[in-house]
């Protein structure tokens, strides 16, 4: 389904048919969010980023890196090849007056809160680094899904679950119209359309094709798309 067929079968399914009550840009909107949610919840959406140095930015006295633009969260972080290890941001301390910069290796990572000047997150690293610190700094991460922008851009996800997008589509809907049992409705057929989904394709790694489920049967096959 592309954008198109997903508004004709919110409004089928809303009863806006008319296209009286919803304009297609407010359904867009609905339609972005609704990808953004199903790619969330399922971490369909991976990518990769690679830094060669650190940033030279002084936000936090110690070298770090800006997360990517697309990021939601990190899966693995890897410098000069050696896997790093979360560690919570407040436990990375980071006194000013006493900070004490390595040419690393580090062996831990954190993800910072959104900088009030920049409106980013950085990784940081422990023990600290200098803030040009050289390095081959891998990131795996689940990103945010591609937004959809016309008529014939189609949702790079499964097929099978464009209707979960009609559903969280029409969900939003009801919220817009302060239709407490439209929206209910709807959001209970989206999470019934998904917890039946995870059920059965997610038993194994969502990209192997064919899948095979625990019990021998062949699920659906899925290409990671």
Same mark, same amino acid.
């Given at each position: ?45 991976? =990518? /990769? ?9 002084? @936000?936090?006295?110690?070298? *770090?890196?800006? +997360? $990517? ?64 610190? =050289? /390095? ?9 899904? @591609?937004?959809?922008?016309? *008529?014939?851009? +189609? $949702? ?70």
């Amino acid at each position: 389904m592309d954008v198109t067929a997903i508004r004709t079968a919110a409004r089928e399914m809303y009863g806006d048919i008319d296209s009286v009550q919803f304009s297609d840009s407010q359904l867009l909107t609905y339609i972005n969010f609704s990808l953004q949610e199903i790619a969330r919840r399922i971490g369909f959406v991976r =990518a /990769a980023a690679t830094y060669a140095a650190m940033d030279g930015i002084n @936000t936090e006295y110690v070298g *770090g890196v800006a +997360v $990517p633009t697309d990021f939601l969260q990190e899966i693995e972080l890897r410098w000069n090849g050696v896997k790093l290890y979360r560690m919570r941001y407040d436990d990375l301390l980071i006194p000013g007056d006493r900070v004490e910069l390595t040419a690393g290796p580090p062996t831990h990572y954190t993800v910072s809160p959104v900088d009030k000047t920049a409106g980013v997150r950085r990784f940081l690293f422990w023990p600290y680094v200098g803030l040009t610190q =050289a /390095a081959s700094l891998q990131v795996l991460y689940l990103a945010r899904p @591609t937004t959809l922008a016309v *008529g014939a851009d +189609v $949702p790079k996800i499964p097929e099978d679950l464009h209707m979960a997008i009609v559903f969280y589509t029409c969900h939003m809907m009801g919220m817009a119209e302060d239709s407490l049992d439209k929206s209910t409705m709807f959001k209970r057929q989206y999470f019934e359309q998904m917890s039946n989904w995870e059920a059965y394709a997610l038993e194994t790694a969502y990209n192997e094709n064919p899948q095979v489920r625990t019990d021998g049967e062949q699920a659906l096959h899925y290409l990671d798309t």
